[in-house]
């Protein structure tokens, strides 16, 4: 799960965050958060994965915790939120894979709850499991993704520094027309922590905008996905998962996932009809809390330290997804550039 170090990120580059980040700058700056990965690179053709996200560790997958979820736009899939809503919590693992395999990425939740937590199983699970379309550099129909490959995303899950870029479920995801994938950052509203996690598959090249200098129009070369009829520019989506230690209540929580919005304008998309962008807030606080039919809450009137550290992880999140990504050439020959670190440096180096 360790960055490697030859894969670098956004604040490598000098680049102008706001906020203060956790000593991680990662979605596992929030105690007991695990992420975890299985990623698929075969032959010409294969370039997917699987993401897994255990909110309070494998071992305590049983514990509800506060939840809200958002919909900016609803071209896309992540399954138990119907239950999110009713309830305002969920338990158990989530999973993050391409579109075609969200349904196996259901299936796998389940499969490892059998085998680690039987009991859990005994009565019935409504997974949490999300998509992004990874069809421009994978062979999505092949059906590649499989059971396993989830249990194993889920059982590699660990705490500590958390890979970027082209990995389990970011793999094939493209991101402003650039190589794009998985992103994470966080920031502390002390004494708790914000961390956002995002599978980035979105934006159109000439909408991109970092640290509010407009880039799209001087980036516009080497854009081979342009000349792409199936998928729109803009097209793809995006999946964010925002977790906090701050005690919140479920409607706070789903309050938290919608400034997702603000965090992902910042970098310039305008939110494609094409991109299905769909978040989800937790609060691993009040731990057993749902059992025992007390929460506690931060004031609404405290909430907005919390809601810019939100928008300020989204923006820095998905940075770091575009800036840790390289090159890659999938099926039928489709190309994806890195974004050009170098001259983004420089660029944003003017303002």
């Keep these: 799960m360790t960055q490697p170090a030859s894969r670098p990120r956004a604040r490598t580059l000098g680049l102008p965050f706001e906020g203060r980040p956790g000593p991680l700058n990662a979605i ?11 990623t698929l690179i ?3 053709s294969v370039r997917t994965g699987v993401t897994g996200i255990h909110p309070r560790g494998k071992a305590d997958p049983g514990n509800p915790v506060a939840a809200g979820f958002h919909s900016q ?3 896309g899939e992540m399954t138990g939120v119907s239950w999110i809503e009713e309830s305002g919590m969920f338990a158990g693992p989530i999973a993050i894979t391409n579109t075609h395999a969200v349904g196996v990425a259901h299936s796998g939740i389940v499969a490892w709850t059998v085998e680690h937590h039987p009991d859990l199983a005994h009565g019935w699970l409504l997974p949490v499991a999300a ?3 990874d ?5 999505i129909n092949g059906r590649h993704v499989t059971e396993a490959h989830v249990i194993s995303a889920l059982d590699q899950a660990r705490t500590g520094p958390v ?10 995801m493209n991101c402003y027309q650039f190589k794009g994938g998985n992103g994470t950052s966080s920031r502390r509203v002390a004494p708790y922590t914000v961390g956002v996690f995002v599978q980035a598959n979105f934006g159109a090249r000439h909408e991109l905008s970092i640290c509010g200098t407009r880039l799209g129009k001087h980036l516009a070369a080497d854009n081979p996905m342009a000349e792409f009829s199936l998928a729109p520019p803009g097209a793809g989506s995006v999946i964010a998962i925002v977790a906090t230690d701050a005690p919140l209540f479920p409607h706070q929580c789903k309050a938290m996932a919608r400034r997702v919005t603000s965090g992902l304008a910042r970098t310039g998309t305008t939110g494609s009809h094409f991109s299905g962008d769909l978040f989800l807030a937790f609060s691993t606080a009040n731990k057993d809390g749902f059992a025992r039919g007390h929460l506690d809450f931060i004031p609404w009137t405290e909430l907005d330290p919390f809601y810019a550290a939100v928008v300020q992880a989204t923006e820095e999140a998905v940075v770091n ?6 090159e890659m050439t999938g099926r039928d020959g489709h190309r994806t550039p890195a974004l050009p670190r170098d001259l983004v440096r420089q660029l944003c180096g003017r303002n």
Excluded: C, F, K
């Design 135 to 139: 069809g421009y550099l994978n062979d």
């Design 73 to 75: 736009n609803g071209n």
């Design 163 to 172: 890979e970027e870029g082209s990995a389990g479920g970011g793999t094939g």
């Design 131 to 133: 998509e992004t379309w």
């Design 28 to 38: 596992t700056d929030v105690a007991g958060i695990e992420v975890g990965y299985t």
């Design 321 to 326: 997804a575009l800036v840790a990504a390289e």
């Design 42 to 44: 075969s032959g010409t």
